[in-house]
């Protein structure tokens, strides 16, 4: 069977725009951080002895899903060098990497759920009173339009979800800068509920009610 040479164009195409896209997934991370206050990444901390894997998924070992998430926040947090530590702890709960599928046929996608918490250091205090759980979909690409389970390994994978979850988790802190010596956001003031005036209800017509009838006297004897 000879190769079609005219499809050579296209594959090639497709290769550079996969590389290029891979190259572009973390380049943020060359920008200086978003201002976040006093804020220094103390302890860092990921656990995944709990993560329930999706059925149809490769296979990735808790301590795998732990190193990429924690080198993931290490890249991120520790960009900022404020003068307080805050301790930042990462659940990994259930995930999907995808396999490889027929491509335009079966195009599984990749899924990670993670929640975050955060402590001031210092004071041991936890900052957010209940975990914050996140889900991580895979974003449709030229990387993944016939699926990531045929154009990346599964630590590929890993490293772009633990990328993408630890950006929203940046986001999300970013939304409570009172928790790092910074002004609170301005939120919006509720609107009052509108007063309702309850009417009287109508007085009821009077009812005419007939005399009762007054009986004769006892004729005397």
């Keep these: 069977m000879r190769f079609p040479f005219r499809a050579i164009p296209r594959v090639l195409a497709l290769t550079i725009g996969l590389a290029a896209l891979t190259a572009c997934q973390t380049n943020d991370l060359a920008e200086p951080p978003v201002p976040m206050g006093d804020f220094a990444l103390g302890l860092n901390v990921a656990v995944a002895s709990n993560v329930k894997k999706v059925p149809i998924s490769r296979d990735a070992t808790p301590e795998m899903w732990e190193a990429a998430m924690e080198k993931a926040v290490a ?99 970013l939304t409570n800068p009172e928790w790092f010596g910074l002004p609170p956001i301005k939120r919006p003031t509720p609107a009052p509920a509108p007063t309702v005036v309850s009417k009287p209800a109508p007085a009821a017509a009077p009812v005419a009610v007939a005399p009762a009838p007054v009986p004769a006297p006892a004729p005397a004897n």
């Design 75 to 173: 890249d991120r947090f520790g960009r900022y060098n404020g003068s307080k530590l805050y301790n930042i702890g990462i659940s990994i709960d259930a995930y999907a990497l995808a396999p490889p599928g027929v491509p335009l046929v079966l195009k599984p996608k990749s899924i990670l759920v993670v929640t975050a918490n955060i402590w001031d250091d210092a004071s041991q205090t936890k900052l957010n009173p209940e975990g914050k759980q996140f889900t991580i979909f895979e974003k449709g690409s030229p990387n993944t339009f016939i699926g990531s389970g045929l154009t990346q390994s599964a630590e590929k994978q890993m490293e772009i979800l633990s990328y993408n979850a630890v950006k929203q988790i940046e986001a999300w802190l």
